[in-house]
C-alpha cells in the first residue's frame, strides 16, 4: 500500500455521461468550471476536463469552451492541476450498408486536431487514450501511428501526457513507447476499469494491471459506474493514486444520484482517510508530478 500521499482526481462532466441521466451533470462552461473548484474545495488536486455544447448537452471539441472553462478556473484556483481531455475524436460506427464507410455518430479526426487544444492552452496534463476496443455497438480507434503523433506533440507542448490504459495490449504499446523514446519515463498512468470489453473492475485485474506498468511509473486507477468506491479503495491498497467524478459514476449510492462532483471527492476522501491515507492538496500533486 501507498505510504505517500493520495492523489484524487475528479473527473467533470465526460464524453459519454448524458444529460437526461442526471440533472446534476454539469454542461456549460460555467458550470463545468464551477463544479471543478467545488471539487477542489472537497480534495481533489487534479480536475480531468471534457467540455459540452451548452445548447444540446452533446459533447464538443471547440476550443474556446476549453478556454473558457479554463479561465474560469484560474480566475479562482491558480494551483489545481488541469488536466484537459483528448479522448474525443477516436470512435468509429461503421454504416450499416458499408462498413468501411463512417456512419452517424462517427467523430475519427486526425491525431493533430485532437490536440489542437491542448497546444493552444497548454494544460499542466492531458490524456493519452492508448485503446483500441469495442464500445457499446461502436468502436474505439487510436492506432500506434496517431497515438504516437499526439504524443510528440504533447511534448512539445510542454504538457504532461496521462496515459490512460483500458485492456494489458494498452500497457504493452505504451511499454513500446517508452522504449522507443515516443513518451518519457517512469510516465504517469490510469488504470480504467470497469468499461465493457475492456479490463474488469476487480482486485484481481487492477493487480495484475498495475504488474504490467513500467517501473517507477505514477498510477492511478479508477471503476466506472457501481465500481467507483470499490475501486478507491482498491487502487490505495495497490499503491496508487485515485479518480472519482461523474464521468465515470453518477451516484452516490443506488439509486441516489450525486448533485455535485464535490459529493463524489468528499465521500472518496473519506475512503482513504478510513484506510489512513492521506489526500494530497494541489500543491503537493504538482511535487509528486514534477510540475511547475
Known amino acids: 500500500m501507498t505510504t505517500g500521499k493520495t492523489i484524487i482526481t475528479c473527473a467533470i462532466t465526460g464524453n459519454l ?17 464551477t463544479s471543478a473548484l467545488e471539487a477542489a474545495e472537497a480534495g481533489a488536486a487534479i480536475a480531468h476536463i471534457h467540455v ?4 444540446t448537452g452533446r459533447p464538443s471539441m471547440e476550443i474556446e469552451l476549453y478556454r473558457d ?47 489542437a487544444h491542448v497546444e493552444l492552452i497548454r494544460p499542466d496534463i492531458c490524456t493519452l487514450d492508448l485503446n483500441t476496443m469495442n464500445s457499446g455497438g461502436e468502436v474505439v480507434i487510436n492506432t500506434p501511428r496517431n497515438v504516437r503523433i499526439m504524443a510528440e506533440r504533447m511534448k512539445a507542448a510542454g504538457v504532461l501526457p496521462e496515459i490512460e490504459l483500458f485492456d494489458s495490449g494498452d500497457c504493452h504499446l505504451a511499454r513500446d513507447m517508452l522504449a522507443d523514446g515516443s513518451l518519457k519515463g ?19 485485474t487492477m493487480f495484475y494491471a498495475r504488474s504490467l506498468l513500467p517501473p517507477g511509473a505514477i498510477w492511478s486507477g479508477f471503476g466506472i459506474g457501481r465500481a ?30 450525486a448533485k455535485t462532483n464535490a459529493e463524489l471527492v468528499a465521500h472518496a476522501a473519506g475512503i482513504l482517510k478510513s484506510l489512513g491515507a492521506s489526500v494530497a492538496s494541489a500543491e503537493d500533486a504538482r511535487a509528486i508530478l514534477g510540475l511547475a
Do not use: C
Open 17 to 33: 455521461t448524458k444529460p437526461e441521466q442526471s440533472p446534476y451533470l454539469p454542461i456549460t462552461p460555467e458550470q463545468i468550471a
Open 52 to 55: 459540452r455544447d451548452p445548447a
Open 69 to 115: 472553462v479554463v479561465d474560469r478556473i484560474r480566475a479562482r484556483n491558480k494551483s489545481l492541476v488541469i488536466n484537459l481531455t483528448t479522448g474525443p475524436g477516436g470512435r468509429f460506427v461503421p454504416s450499416h450498408e458499408d462498413p468501411r464507410v463512417a456512419g452517424p455518430g462517427t467523430t475519427l479526426l486526425q491525431p493533430e486536431k485532437r490536440v
Open 186 to 204: 517512469p510516465g504517469l498512468f490510469s488504470l480504467v476499469l470497469g468499461v465493457k470489453y475492456g479490463f474488469s473492475a476487480t482486485p484481481e
Open 228 to 257: 467507483e468506491f470499490p475501486m478507491v479503495a482498491q487502487a490505495w491498497l495497490l499503491g496508487g493514486h485515485v479518480r472519482v467524478g461523474m464521468e465515470d459514476n453518477l451516484y452516490m449510492s443506488k439509486g441516489v444520484l
